[in-house]
Protein backbone atom coordinates (compact mmCIF):
# COMPACT_ATOMS: atom_id res chain seq x y z
CA UNK A 1 0.00 0.00 0.00
CA UNK A 2 1.55 3.61 -1.12
CA UNK A 3 2.03 6.07 1.52
CA UNK A 4 -0.50 7.90 0.17
CA UNK A 5 -3.21 5.40 0.50
CA UNK A 6 -2.21 4.71 3.45
CA UNK A 7 -3.18 8.63 4.76
CA UNK A 8 -6.26 8.14 2.78
CA UNK A 9 -7.38 4.94 4.69
CA UNK A 10 -6.73 6.79 7.61
CA UNK A 11 -8.54 10.08 7.07
CA UNK A 12 -11.86 10.26 9.78
CA UNK A 13 -14.97 10.78 8.00
CA UNK A 14 -14.69 14.47 8.68
CA UNK A 15 -11.33 14.59 7.73
CA UNK A 16 -12.21 13.22 3.82
CA UNK A 17 -14.69 15.23 3.75
CA UNK A 18 -12.88 18.36 4.35
CA UNK A 19 -10.24 17.03 2.05
CA UNK A 20 -12.84 16.91 -0.77
CA UNK A 21 -14.41 19.91 -0.39
CA UNK A 22 -10.72 21.80 -0.61
CA UNK A 23 -9.62 19.25 -3.74
CA UNK A 24 -13.16 20.41 -4.98
CA UNK A 25 -12.23 24.61 -4.50
CA UNK A 26 -10.25 25.83 -7.56
CA UNK A 27 -8.38 28.10 -5.46
CA UNK A 28 -6.63 25.32 -4.31
CA UNK A 29 -7.14 22.48 -7.23
CA UNK A 30 -7.76 22.81 -10.49
CA UNK A 31 -6.46 19.02 -11.51
CA UNK A 32 -9.46 17.09 -11.81
CA UNK A 33 -7.35 13.61 -12.29
CA UNK A 34 -6.30 14.93 -8.56
CA UNK A 35 -9.80 14.70 -7.75
CA UNK A 36 -10.49 11.09 -9.60
CA UNK A 37 -7.65 9.41 -8.15
CA UNK A 38 -8.82 11.13 -4.26
CA UNK A 39 -12.54 9.61 -5.23
CA UNK A 40 -11.05 6.10 -6.88
CA UNK A 41 -8.96 5.83 -3.60
CA UNK A 42 -11.43 7.30 -1.15
CA UNK A 43 -14.26 4.63 -2.09
CA UNK A 44 -12.37 1.09 -0.98
CA UNK A 45 -9.99 2.78 1.33
CA UNK A 46 -10.44 -0.46 3.81
CA UNK A 47 -9.71 -3.26 0.68
CA UNK A 48 -6.18 -4.77 1.57
CA UNK A 49 -3.35 -4.87 -1.70
CA UNK A 50 -4.54 -7.55 -3.10
CA UNK A 51 -7.67 -6.15 -3.83
CA UNK A 52 -6.63 -3.00 -4.78
CA UNK A 53 -6.50 -1.83 -8.81
CA UNK A 54 -2.59 -1.66 -9.79
CA UNK A 55 -1.17 1.70 -10.46
CA UNK A 56 -1.88 0.77 -14.11
CA UNK A 57 -5.37 0.22 -13.46
CA UNK A 58 -6.02 3.64 -11.59
CA UNK A 59 -4.30 4.83 -14.45
CA UNK A 60 -6.45 3.70 -16.98
CA UNK A 61 -9.49 4.98 -14.88
CA UNK A 62 -8.08 8.37 -14.63
CA UNK A 63 -6.81 8.53 -18.16
CA UNK A 64 -8.94 6.50 -20.21
CA UNK A 65 -7.55 6.13 -23.45
CA UNK A 66 -4.10 6.94 -22.62
CA UNK A 67 -1.09 4.66 -22.67
CA UNK A 68 0.42 4.27 -19.44
CA UNK A 69 2.94 6.38 -17.99
CA UNK A 70 5.00 5.69 -14.97
CA UNK A 71 6.37 9.17 -15.01
CA UNK A 72 2.58 10.42 -15.15
CA UNK A 73 1.54 8.37 -12.61
CA UNK A 74 4.13 9.24 -10.09
CA UNK A 75 3.40 12.91 -10.81
CA UNK A 76 -0.40 12.83 -10.18
CA UNK A 77 0.46 10.72 -7.24
CA UNK A 78 2.29 13.50 -5.60
Given at each position: ?????????????????????????????S??DV??????R???P????????T?????????P?????????RQ?E?
Amino acid sequence: MSLLQQIISNLSPAEAKRATRWLEAALHNSREDVRVLFRLRRKNPDFPDALSPTPEEEFALVYPGQPWSAAKFRQLEH
